[in-house]
């Protein structure tokens, strides 16, 4: 059972704006501590999507953004494309487990 | 580039041990932390440690703390994972990922940039 709470799926048409939201508490993202998102397309594995609650790395597109307020924290894209299908999970660091945890995951799908 | 390369597939009866390696490549392999992540079929991300591998200091997700056993090879550039005492539950995907910030020592802020391809095991009778 993860500490920190997705949405199991979220959807939009292509052009649209996603967001996914990232529900924690006050010994993680509340802390606070930073939150970091990474995609994961079908059979393969993560990549790093944000880090720092709002930071890009080098090669993503800017249509991928990310906030943090309070105990949330949230990924939206902009500009929906059927290749943003897949995976999307929310990661930081909770002190009352003294560890890092994942969030549960979000399916997002275009229709 | 850089990249993480991963030990081929295990299949392992309950009670066993599994030993998962992940040789780096491409960076200064002491300068950076590693850490291990699971995934059970179909479903979420689950942190199993951290080790530094400049100094081989580790840290431990409470739920694999005295199971698992985190080890380098600067020689080889090569980081291993060891699970113990194998169950029909640990039947999963296995990740090894690099840190993103550059540090010996352990960053509770820090996020994963480089992942392996994962190394699928299997523990069935």
């Known amino acids: 059972q993860s500490v920190l709470t997705q949405p199991p799926s979220v959807s939009g048409a292509p052009g649209q704006r996603v967001t996914v939201s990232c529900t924690g508490s006050s010994s993680n993202i509340g802390a606070p501590y930073d939150v970091h998102w990474y995609q994961q397309l079908p059979g393969t594995a993560p990549k790093l999507l944000i880090y720092g609650n709002s930071n890009r790395p080098s090669g993503v597109p800017d249509r991928f953004s990310g906030s943090r307020s309070g105990t949330s924290a949230s990924l939206a894209i902009t500009g929906l494309q059927a290749e943003d299908e897949a995976d999307y999970y929310c990661?930081?660091?909770?002190?009352?487990?003294?560890?890092?945890?994942f969030g549960t995951g979000t399916k997002v799908t275009v229709l | 580039q850089v990249q993480l390369v991963q030990s081929g597939p295990e299949v392992k009866k309950p009670g066993a041990s599994v030993k998962v390696s992940c040789k780096a490549s491409?960076?200064?392999?002491?300068?950076?932390?590693i850490g291990w992540v699971r995934q059970a079929p179909g479903q979420g991300l689950e942190w199993m440690g951290w080790i530094s591998a400049y100094n081989g200091n580790t840290n431990y997700a409470q739920n694999f703390q005295g199971r698992v056993t985190m080890t380098t090879d600067t020689s080889t550039s090569t980081a291993y994972m060891e699970l113990r005492s194998l169950r029909s539950d640990d039947t999963a995907i296995y990740y090894c990922a690099r840190g993103l910030i550059m540090s010996s020592n352990w960053y509770v802020e820090d996020a994963f940039d480089i992942w392996g391809q994962g190394t699928m095991v299997t523990v069935s009778s």
């Open positions: 491409g960076y200064t392999f002491t300068t950076y932390g």
């Open positions: 990661q930081s660091y909770d002190s009352s487990l003294s560890g890092y945890v």
